[in-house]
């Protein structure tokens, strides 16, 4: 139930207290005083309780009449040099007006007690109860309180346990009428009963199966502002489905039934919500009935936004954010919302060939945007053919597969079309932008089409808008006709990229407001958030369809954009980040990005700046929700970020993000806390730590020369495993486009043709180092060829290079020999993705090569066979694993002490027995007598 405070009339005068000053209860404010010494009397009150103190109360301004008060405090001038006790206050109310003191006219309302210290001699002491003075108003009220009628008198009437002189201070005089002022709240005498609220109106529940008992609940679709228990039912005739009402929903709002076959399809009831004091309110409740169970898999919504800034969305908390998005804000106050979101490029299209192939676009030569020759006929400007998508790897677990909006990773339909690429269905345009309007005439840019067929645009077509119904008719039937198959879905919108259109109802919620200089761009800044709004608005509307078909528990959603805003393109904002669209300041690369899975996912989490997520993250993440990743090997620079949102461990860390665009010129490595970037062009380098903050303008590179040197070796060893860029924003670029080399079989004629980005002149092939004997390259066609044996190294990492007179581009890649005995270690952390500079990967303790050596994984914690000592015969014999046909040294070393220094073991003889896999057991015997020699210490030392 709602109170409403009275407001204070101006006419008001005080005595001895402010109105809001806190000196007397803060919960009430000064309601009335007797500044014009209206009642009492001038006489020293010996006796404590002859004369009572009067207000009167005439709607004049004083009070508001028919209200209930409840009395907190006053303050009242008294003037006695020792003057300490208590006061006990009689509270009544006169039947007559301010005329009626006679006793037979004061009703009492009650009493209460306060206790007075005095200090100063012209003070005003002010009272506060310790327990506000309350009083049953009528029976009409449920708020205790004092109810006075329009005629009546409110009579103060005090007792004193000590004499007490009246003192007048706005006169300096003594037993002169006391200033008095009272306070407290005042309420509606009948208090305002509040209705029941529905969160959502419509909204949905959990779908059901036709023939299994249904069962739900209401609980948490509507609340009540006073606290009510709410009633729910069903309103009669309020029932809409294909067959019978056989939904039952109790009084408490559990949910239960059991649906028939004619009950399959959308079922709706109007339900109410009662909570028992006249207050009503309903909603439409609605349950989708399928022929099947669900999929035990979860679906996966995956929305783009794109060139959206950092600060332009509610839920990252930017004070001066002029319009709101409730509906993204779902997502990221419904599960994990990321402050370090990354993506891998700072353009669009380098950034969508990250996030949809989970792999840096630098590995495969993208990292600009696309050129006009993209529309070549037979480009190969695009998202390598090789690289393996999202709904390539989704399809493979089971997956139906759409995709809509913008596309942006390839011209050449022949290659780089959307359904070639993985998607069932692709409802979109292939270019980078176009108009939100109607494209009345087709082009192959910027016209919508429909798995490769023209769309006809509507007249009316608002594109945000236009986008998201297709989205809303794909997700209903497929979860309406094929509910046992998941489904991933693309929502690539371009919003609210330029150019700068937006309808006339959204701009009318957007403010002009001073974010920039000009008027002009202040008002473009309001068309980008009316933009902005729009799109929120739309996945609103996704998100309430999952809810009334019941598988928003099931659905796992992603929201982040595809780079920073460009505040000089379309008016966004990335505060408090520096930097923008095209550079790798934060501002560039750092995005608002979110992931929510009711049930699964708890909401309400943030990660924090120590816990970097990127989009590359987002192809491992759903490889592993999808069960895919156990159908095949998923080659990414991301990690499986579920054990981090399900909080099974702490912290993404510790991670290295990677960085480079431009034609190579800018680049930029984060790990841990520190991020190292670098202009090629400019020269300029810098190192921020951003435990300290996120504004990158704090530039630590001369300060910290260790860290810096570290993170300057760390990008050389990524960069040495990238191939050069194939394309920038004026066309194709010379570039080797094999990034894997098929692996040779030992004895086994080897033959492996080499791609290049530009056909054209003739080009020189050769191998600039690592050239193992047995390989040989065609300087003409780039074949390599070759029969290895098997004591040929099994890991070769060898650097290619292509020359056409003009340009040279080189690339290092391994290749590998199956069948190959002879592998070291550092072959074999190669092979399996572990840095070089690793010396404890998994972090257990155990060196990473001693972990090799004794048959374990250094890349995870896990048993390994230790050595054993065991006594036979009167001689030692130590016992340990050895890897077969290894470089590997294993030395057995003694010492009389840990102190002394360790000499190589006494052997009388050494054995062998094969323990299959590639291992062996070594038994030496020492020659040492356990009978005669004591504190004798013996270790394995393992090296390479």
Request: charged fraction near 15%.
């Amino acid at each position: 139930m709602v109170f409403v405070t009275a407001a204070v009339s101006a006419a008001v005068m005080t005595s001895g207290y402010t109105v809001g000053s806190g000196l007397l209860n803060p919960n009430g404010e000064t309601l009335f005083v007797d500044a014009a010494a209206a009642g009492g009397s001038d006489a020293t009150d010996n006796d404590g309780y002859s004369d009572n103190f009067t207000v009167l109360i005439d709607g004049a301004g004083y009070w508001v009449v028919g209200d209930t008060v409840e009395i907190t405090g006053f303050a009242l001038t008294v003037h006695n040099a020792s003057a300490n006790g208590t006061f006990t206050f009689d509270v009544l109310q006169g039947a007559g007006g301010i005329g009626d003191t006679g006793a037979g006219g004061l009703a009492s309302l009650g009493t209460a007690t306060a206790s007075y210290g005095y200090s100063g001699s012209t003070e005003t002491v002010y009272v506060n109860f310790d327990i506000p003075v309350s009083f049953v108003a009528d029976a009409n009220s449920t708020k205790i309180g004092i109810h006075i009628s329009n005629t009546g008198a409110l009579k103060l009437k005090y007792n004193a346990t000590f004499p007490v002189t009246r003192y007048n201070k706005t006169t300096g005089n003594a037993n002169q009428a006391m200033n008095i002022s009272v306070a407290g709240k005042v309420f509606p005498l009948n208090p305002i009963n509040s209705v029941p609220e529905f969160k959502t109106n419509p909204f949905g529940r959990t779908a059901a199966v036709k023939d299994v008992p249904y069962s739900g609940t209401l609980a948490g679709v509507a609340s009540d502002a006073d606290g009510d228990e709410l009633i729910f039912s069903k309103v009669p005739s309020g029932f809409s489905g294909p067959g019978s009402d056989w939904l039952t929903i109790s009084t408490n709002g559990a949910l239960s039934g059991l649906p028939g076959t004619n009950e399959v399809g959308k079922n709706t009831w109007t339900v109410q919500a009662t909570d028992g004091n006249g207050g009503t309110n309903q909603a439409t409740l609605h349950i989708q009935v399928n022929a099947e169970p669900p999929s035990v898999k979860p679906n996966i919504l995956y929305i783009l936004a794109d060139d959206l800034g950092y600060a332009d969305i509610s839920a990252n908390g930017w004070a001066n954010l002029e319009f709101e998005t409730p509906q993204i804000d779902r997502i990221f106050n419904g599960g994990v919302r990321a402050k370090a979101g990354f993506v891998s490029n700072s353009v669009c299209a380098p950034s969508r060939a990250g996030l949809m192939t989970g792999r840096s676009g630098s590995r495969f030569g993208f990292e600009s945007n696309l050129p006009a020759a993209q529309w070549d006929e037979g480009s190969v400007i695009g998202l390598d053919p090789g690289q393996k998508t999202i709904p390539d790897v989704l399809q493979t677990a089971g997956y139906k597969t759409h995709g809509l909006g913008k596309w942006h990773i390839g011209g050449n339909t022949n290659l780089f079309h959307p359904n070639l690429r993985g998607f069932d269905e692709w409802y979109g345009f292939l270019g980078g932008s176009r108009s939100y309007w109607q494209v009345t005439e087709y082009n192959k840019d910027d016209s919508i089409e429909h798995n490769g067929v023209w769309v006809q645009e509507p007249a009316d077509i608002y594109v945000t808008d236009f986008l998201t119904d297709q989205a809303l008719d794909y997700i209903s039937n497929q979860t309406t006709n094929h509910p046992a198959q998941p489904w991933f879905m693309y929502m690539s919108y371009n919003a609210p990229h330029a150019p700068m259109h937006a309808k006339a109802e959204d701009l009318a919620r957007v403010p002009v407001v001073s974010h920039f200089s000009t008027e002009s761009d202040n008002e473009n800044r309001r068309i980008y958030g009316a933009m902005v709004v729009s799109m929120d608005d739309n996945i609103g509307r996704l998100l309430d369809q999952l809810d009334l078909l019941g598988i928003a528990e099931n659905t796992v959603v992603v929201f982040h954009s595809d780079n920073g805003g460009p505040p000089d393109q379309n008016w966004s904002r990335n505060n408090p980040l520096r930097g923008k669209k095209g550079e790798l300041w934060e501002g560039g690369i750092r995005v608002p990005f979110a992931i929510s899975w009711p049930g699964t996912i708890p909401a309400g989490q943030i990660a924090e700046h120590d816990s970097p997520v990127s989009s590359l993250d987002l192809m491992p993440t759903f490889a592993a929700i999808s069960g895919a990743d156990q159908l095949q090997e998923i080659r990414t620079d991301g990690i499986n970020l579920m054990p981090f949102l399900t909080n099974a461990v702490a912290t993404t860390s510790p991670r290295k993000l990677y960085w480079r665009r431009g034609d190579t010129t800018k680049i930029a490595v984060r790990s841990g806390d520190y991020k190292y970037y670098f202009n090629r062009t400019t020269g300029d380098e810098y190192l921020f730590n951003h435990a300290s903050g996120s504004g990158e303008y704090s530039n630590k590179a001369t300060g910290e020369p260790d860290r810096l040197a570290e993170l300057q070796a760390t990008w050389a060893a990524y960069e040495s495993t990238l191939t050069d860029p194939h394309f920038n924003a004026g066309g194709p670029l010379l570039a080797i486009r094999t990034y894997d080399l098929e692996a040779a079989q030992t004895n086994t004629p080897y033959s492996m043709p080499l791609e290049y980005s530009t056909p054209g002149p003739a080009c020189t092939w050769s191998i600039l180092s690592g050239k193992p004997d047995w390989l040989e390259i065609d300087p003409v066609t780039g074949e390599l060829s070759g029969t290895p044996s098997a004591t040929n190294a099994y890991y070769n990492p060898i650097q290619l290079q292509i020359d056409d007179g003009a340009n040279t581009s080189t690339y290092n890649v391994p290749l590998r020999i199956s069948g190959s005995n002879n592998i070291g270690f550092e072959d074999w952390k190669a092979v399996h993705g572990i840095p070089g500079d690793s010396t404890d990967m998994d972090g257990d303790g155990v060196p990473d090569i001693v972990e090799y050596a004794l048959g374990g994984d250094p890349a995870h914690r896990g048993e390994i066979e230790m050595p054993s000592l065991a006594v036979n015969e009167g001689a030692l014999t130590y016992a340990h694993l050895r890897r077969k046909g290894q470089s590997l040294t294993y030395d057995v070393k003694v010492a009389d002490d840990l102190f002394s220094t360790w000499q190589p073991a006494p052997l009388w003889a050494t054995e062998t027995v094969d323990r299959g896999n590639g291992f062996e057991v070594v038994l030496q015997t020492l020659d040492i007598d356990p009978g005669v020699v004591s504190n004798q210490f013996i270790r394995l030392d393992v090296y390479e």
